[in-house]
């Protein structure tokens, strides 16, 4: 029970799922018409940032 409630294997990796499910949200929400091209430009590069602000931490934690 502990593996599933810290993520088990996929614990280091929550916040590119959520990014990468944002983003292809975001997308399938323009493709639908449900949003214009800026707000789904907005909403991908804000889960961008986050995904390489992320990867940026994870670097300099390493060295």
Do not use: H, W
């Amino acid at each position: 029970m502990k593996r599933v409630i810290k993520g088990g294997y996929l614990s280091g990796y929550r916040t590119y799922i959520i990014s990468a499910t944002g983003i292809l949200s975001a997308l399938a929400a323009y493709l639908v018409g449900d949003t214009d091209v800026f707000a789904m430009l907005q909403a991908v590069f804000t889960l961008g940032g986050i995904y390489f602000l992320r990867k940026s931490n994870e670097t300099k934690k390493e060295k």
